[in-house]
């Protein structure tokens, strides 16, 4: 198996960015590689960071492990690419995919390596994962123009910490999945001259407040529904 890491950092996004990343190879030997861009975003480093990894080990035999801390890159190339494709690299909502030259490169280094030749797994960033810290360390580095030296040899020389293999761990859960998982009843309330009232549907809330000076929120919970009446300065 080859392990690779990865991260990327951009100062501004948009601003100067770097990416960096290790490869440890199965013959025991590392290799770290660097780059940056000016200007360009956190997306565009970090996906560069990968691309630019598993070119270095194209026509390699065995499974190329990527690590990252990006869920961007992750949950890209792992699920959103498809609809992306299907629909000739638009989304859901019809606009054009951001980072769309970067993605058709990823998505054609991944593809060489054949079903399953990559694999992923996300590491949470600054969370002191040696190998996800180097390869932090070296993004940052070049994103500011400050030199790093980037290491070529053994394994067992290699003097930033373990580049063992992470466990596979579940992604994040990112706020509008969150969101959508949440299966509470909903109900909303209204404020209309000074006046609260609470409403089983959009429809009742709706006839309500439609052409007038009013406020209303969806909610979840009388905890949310309290929170809401408070920013509303009732309570």
């Not at 992750?74 to 609809?83: A, M, P, S």
């Amino acid at each position: 198996m080859i392990s690779i890491f990865t991260d990327g950092a951009c100062s501004g996004n948009p601003g100067p960015g770097g990416w960096g990343a290790i490869i440890a190879l199965p013959d025991g030997k590392v290799l770290e590689l660097g780059g940056r861009e000016e200007p360009t975003t956190n997306n565009r480093m970090e996906l560069g960071g990968v691309i630019a990894s598993l070119a270095a080990v194209r026509g390699m035999p065995g499974v190329a492990l990527v690590h990252s801390d990006s869920t961007y890159v992750i949950e890209g190339i792992t699920k959103w690419i498809l609809g992306w494709k299907r629909r000739g690299w638009t989304t859901a909502a019809g606009d054009r995919v951001k980072n769309e030259d970067l993605w058709r490169t990823l998505d054609r280094v991944v593809s060489e390596r054949g079903r399953g030749g990559v694999q992923w797994r996300w590491v949470k960033g600054h969370s002191g994962h040696d190998a996800n810290e180097r390869c932090d360390e070296i993004a940052v580095a070049l994103a500011k123009r400050q030199p790093i030296e980037l290491y070529e040899g053994p394994l067992l020389n290699y003097p930033y910490g373990s580049l063992l293999p992470s466990e596979a761990k579940a992604l994040p859960v990112r706020p509008k999945d969150r969101k959508a998982a949440d299966t509470r009843p909903v109900s909303y309330i209204s404020l209309l001259h000074g006046e609260v009232q609470r409403h089983a549907t959009w429809g009742e809330c709706e006839a309500r407040v439609k052409g007038r000076p009013a406020k209303f929120k969806k909610v979840r919970s009388e905890e949310e529904a309290a929170e809401t009446r408070r920013s509303w300065g009732l309570e």
